[in-house]
């Protein structure tokens, strides 16, 4: 009986330590553990095993096997790695000396954002496009010494925007690779694409290994996302460049087209979902590009990725993290401000040293009427070709879906598989949504063109297969009418064309981010707006316009749209001003954009947000960009490295252990920073700003002011006097609250300082708790 008992309890104590086992296996996942910078004393070999050492001490194997669980051992500039760890081992190393955060490298958290529109920046400028954008160019020498990297999905090199017929040798502070691969070898890099790296092993250890019918083991890119980026930043002319159709036909250009390219890829797609699902992105693989593209010599980094931050956002981002490590060397760091508007409160990249873009459009609309049976016609847009044929019977999708798939809050959004065969073989379908999926299910079952709803007036359009997307407003609701009243409707889509200068512009993009920021409402976010809604690019002929199996079609250039369109605009724009401007810092670079920046539109009236309304510095940040007054912006707002560790210090974060923070720390709202957000006031609120002349010697700039509704705001001195360049003023911004009709709202005003010839323009956010 005890042998029995004994056996028991052995297969009993077997079953819960394998149970155990099996269950922290299930539980492991990659984690970066983040020490700060390297302070150079130590070989690679001396670094790796450091970072080994801490796999050693909590996991109870040999060093040997306990190095198989490393994926990054970050080496150049960041002092950190990433690992296969379980919660336990992970909670056990951020204890450890030395160690700043410990956190999961979430492999669904980091995603992309995702011609004419250089013209339109020069429009904006008020003067004509040789007087402005041209001399800009001329007097950067169109970027040429600069190197810019690209995060993003890789490229495609054959693309004529990456040519590099007439550039100068690589300048000599480049010191990066040309990384081979699949498809892609030391060839494919140029005076242009000085070099390329890609960024696997992360995605590889959650995912498994890269499926290679998908994409390329290389820096190549399959998606066209990085492609459109870094063309978008840097491409050369190319005339006659259109999307598919020849819509948006002209010259294609980047911003700054003699700039040269580094290509860091660190997003893949995503398994079991398709290219147009979007890729992802590994957190410590993007560490790892960001140690790499410092140690590379870049000077600007354009990023187009980004993540609705959380509040450990300067602790865990990777972004905000590597974005740091790159500012302390000098090097501008540009990002998307996310693709989730226009819900409120949902701005990423929010760190104050990093530049964070928001998307609005430019002039060029892509008509494509609908004539009804009736003749009347309704204005729609699409970059579809569309020949024009007979009148089809028009349906509404409500009214020809098969019973009991959809609630009445779905009703005629097109959804896969809600559409009657019977009920939409040869008919022209109207659909309440726009996007892509109801466009597929119009053709699958049987219809012969889609045409498709938005409550926005600004429109994104997509090469969709015969459709066109008419607003809610004045398109969609007179459509849907007619098919109420008329016994057999019908209509035709006609040909689309491209059309210049129709409209007022810029409008906000209906998907750019909005602030308040989340992590510190006392940092306006975003900071800036430029073109990111229907911008025409190179891309990859790997894959399809619109990234599906079922599109089999292939183009060099396509039409696409999001902050992470908008952004390499404004990287590209850094590239010119650190050409023109080599001493600045990030921060003055970023100032010369903000305050001179505009928030009128193209006809002198408030830039509007798709909806009609007024938009508002959480939605445009300092305003729309315009590159050529940057470069003179008169008086610059300037910040350091050690300003930022101490404005982390009123987070209660410390990223660098040679600094310590002050007994009594500033207020985050005192950073001196282009714009002023200030939060939860309870009576009044004093910050101070420094303005340093870059303007002209013996200048005088006095203060105009727009306080925020419900709000007083007095700044002291109202006249600022300066003898010389490079002299530094201070000033003082009290804001008092007085007949707040909504506390924790914000309201918004703007302050300028004018000396006649510059004007140099500050937003105001103002909430009281």
């Known amino acids: 009986m005890k042998n029995h008992n004994f056996v028991v309890f052995f297969l009993l104590f077997l079953m819960i330590f394998l149970n155990g086992f099996v269950s922290s296996t299930e539980e492991t996942k990659v984690y970066v553990v983040y020490l700060g910078e390297h302070s150079g004393e130590k070989t690679l070999k001396e670094i790796e095993d450091h970072h080994c050492s801490f796999l050693h001490s909590v996991k109870a194997t040999s060093k040997e096997e306990a190095k198989t669980s490393l994926v990054h051992s970050y080496?150049?500039?960041?002092?950190?790695?990433?690992?296969?760890?379980?919660?336990?081992?992970?909670?056990?190393?951020?204890?450890?000396?030395?160690?700043?955060?410990?956190?999961?490298?979430?492999?669904?958290?980091?995603?992309?954002?995702?011609?004419?529109?250089?013209?339109?920046?020069?429009?904006?400028?008020?003067?004509?496009?040789?007087?402005?954008?041209?001399?800009?160019?001329?007097?950067?020498?169109?970027?040429?010494?600069?190197?810019?990297?690209?995060?993003?999905?890789g490229v495609w090199p054959e693309s004529p925007s990456f040519n590099d017929e007439g550039m100068e040798p690589v300048p000599k502070s480049w010191k990066g690779i040309c990384q081979e691969g699949v498809a892609f070898n030391s060839s494919h890099c140029n005076r242009k694409l000085v070099g390329a790296r890609y960024y696997l092993k992360s995605y590889e250890a959650n995912f498994g290994p890269l499926n290679e019918t998908r994409d390329f083991r290389s820096p190549r890119d399959v998606n066209g996302h990085g492609t459109h980026a870094a063309a978008t930043v840097g491409g050369r002319r190319v005339a006659n460049a259109s999307a598919i159709g020849g819509f948006a036909k002209g010259t294609a250009t980047g911003g700054a087209p003699n700039v040269r390219l580094a290509i860091y890829k660190v997003c893949w797609p995503v398994p079991d979902q398709s290219l147009a699902e979007g890729n992802t992105c590994l957190t410590d693989d993007i560490i790892a590009a960001f140690d790499d593209a410092i140690a590379d010599g870049v000077d600007v980094l354009s990023v187009s990725l980004g993540s609705q931050p959380r509040t450990t956002y300067y602790t865990q981002n990777g972004i905000a993290i590597g974005s740091l490590h790159a500012l302390k060397r000098n090097i501008v760091v540009a990002c998307s401000a996310g693709n989730d508007g226009p819900t409120p409160s949902t701005v990423g990249n929010v760190a104050p040293w990093i530049i964070t873009v928001g998307a609005s459009s430019i002039d060029r609309v892509f008509s494509s009427p609908i004539m009804l049976g009736n003749g009347m016609i309704v204005e729609g847009q699409t970059v579809t070709p569309i020949r024009r044929s007979r009148l089809h019977p028009l349906v509404y999708a409500g009214d020809v879906e098969i019973r009991g798939t959809t609630a009445s809050n779905t009703t005629g959004l097109c959804f896969p598989g809600t559409l009657s065969r019977n009920l939409v073989r040869g008919k022209v379908v109207v659909c309440r949504g726009s996007s892509m999926q109801a466009s597929m299910e119009v053709k699958r079952a049987g219809g012969v063109a889609a045409i498709l709803g938005t409550p926005f007036n600004e429109i994104q359009v997509t090469p969709f297969l015969d459709s066109t997307t008419v607003a809610f407003s004045y398109g969609l609701n007179t459509i849907r009418t007619y098919i109420q009243t008329e016994k057999n409707p019908m209509a035709t889509l006609l040909p689309g064309q491209t059309l210049i200068g129709t409209k007022s512009a810029p409008v906000m993009a209906p998907f750019t981010s909005k602030?308040?920021?989340?992590?510190?409402?006392?940092?306006?976010?975003?900071?800036?707006?430029?073109?990111?809604?229907?911008?025409?690019?190179?891309?990859?002929?790997?894959?399809?316009?619109?990234n599906l199996p079922e599109d089999r079609r292939v183009v060099k250039y396509n039409m696409q749209s999001g902050t992470s369109m908008s952004c390499p605009h404004v990287s590209a724009v850094i590239a010119l001003l650190k050409s023109i401007h080599p001493d600045w810092s990030s921060a003055a670079i970023r100032s010369a954009l903000m305050t001179t920046s505009t928030i009128n539109n193209l006809v002198g009236r408030p830039i509007t947000n798709a909806t009609g309304n007024d938009a508002n510095p959480f939605e445009y940040g300092a305003g729309h960009f315009r590159p050529s007054r940057a470069v003179d912006p008169g008086l610059i707002y300037d910040a350091t490295y050690e300003d930022y560790l101490l404005y982390l210090c009123s987070q209660n974060i410390s990223l660098d252990s040679s600094f310590n923070c002050p007994e009594e720390v500033p207020e985050a709202s005192n950073l001196n920073y282009p714009s002023l957000a200030i939060a939860n006031i309870k009576g009044s609120r004093t910050v101070r700003r420094v303005v340093t002349n870059v303007g002209k010697d013996n200048s005088t700039y006095v203060l105009a002011m727009r306080s925020p509704p419900g709000y007083d705001v007095d700044i002291i001195p109202k006249t600022l006097r300066f003898s010389k360049l490079g002299e530094k003023l201070s000033f003082n911004i009290t804001i008092r609250a007085q007949s707040v009709e909504r506390r924790n709202e914000f309201a918004f005003g703007r302050y300028t300082w004018s000396d006649g010839v510059h004007v140099v323009q500050s937003p105001i956010a103002a909430s009281s708790a």
């Open 75 to 153: 080496k150049n500039v960041i002092n950190g790695f990433s690992a296969l760890l379980t919660p336990q081992e992970a909670d056990m190393i951020s204890g450890m000396e030395g160690v700043i955060s410990v956190f999961h490298s979430d492999p669904h958290e980091i995603k992309p954002h995702t011609t004419r529109s250089w013209d339109f920046v020069s429009l904006m400028e008020g003067t004509s496009l040789i007087n402005s954008g041209q001399d800009l160019l001329q007097n950067a020498s169109y970027g040429k010494d600069i190197i810019v990297g690209v995060m993003d999905s």
């Open 515 to 546: 602030g308040p920021n989340i992590v510190d409402p006392n940092i306006l976010k975003p900071d800036i707006t430029a073109p990111g809604l229907n911008i025409l690019a190179a891309w990859s002929e790997a894959s399809s316009p619109l």
